[in-house]
């Protein structure tokens, strides 16, 4: 029940100030054969054409951080302050920058069922996400949760961040709503209420 917990306390949070410039934010482990972040850098340097002032705020760390600090380093984008790493941050420190970015960020090849999505949902911070694993469930096509594209895709990716950060705001109320009506502690009681349900009547 620790993801209702973290769904009722984020939507329950204030919303804060965004950032002057667009904020993406990116929460993972820094394992470049599942989360493929230097793929998400290479996305960052071409949208700097058109959203020079765009950010990229990458919380985690892993076995391949040196890795991927030493291309950021590379592609120039540490120098001027495009890229900030921001270690390994505590749940309320994760909670405080999703509520100051403009879309959270998941460039991954493959993934289980990322909680990070419902919680930058229950922040009220859209997603752009790859179609692998359990995400979908979390973002179901159509959604005001964000878009899904293709793993690996990064003029994919580009566009669909473009579009995201073209927008004139983020719908906070209608995500935090979404979010609740579906994974907080009501909802997922009555999931297992359900389940338990027919356990017993199957029996």
């Not at 989360?35 to 700097?48: D, I, Q, S």
Request: charged share 20%; net charge neutral; hydrophobic share 55%.
């Amino acid at each position: 029940m620790r993801l209702s917990a973290a769904v009722g306390q984020l939507a329950a949070d204030p919303p804060a100030r965004p950032l002057a410039a667009p904020v993406l934010l990116n929460v993972a482990a820094f394992n470049e054969a599942a989360k493929n972040l230097r793929g998400l850098l290479r996305v960052v340097v071409g949208l700097r054409a058109t959203v020079p002032e765009l950010q990229l705020r990458i919380a985690g760390y892993g076995p391949d951080e040196a890795l991927v600090r030493a291309y950021a380093a590379e592609l120039g984008l540490l120098a001027d302050g495009t890229v900030t790493f921001l270690g390994k941050l505590d749940h309320a420190a994760v909670a405080a920058e999703m509520r100051q970015a403009a879309a959270f960020v998941l460039f991954s090849n493959f993934e289980n069922l990322p909680c990070v999505l419902i919680e930058a949902q229950a922040s009220g911070l859209p997603v752009v996400a790859t179609r692998v694993g359990g995400v979908a469930e979390l973002m179901p096509e159509g959604s005001h949760f964000g878009q899904l594209v293709a793993a690996g895709d990064e003029p994919a990716l580009a566009a669909a961040l473009a579009a995201l950060l073209a927008r004139p705001g983020k719908q906070v109320a209608a995500l935090r709503e979404q979010v609740v009506a579906r994974f907080g502690y009501a909802a997922v009681g009555r999931q297992f209420g359900e389940l338990y349900r027919r356990i017993i009547k199957y029996d």
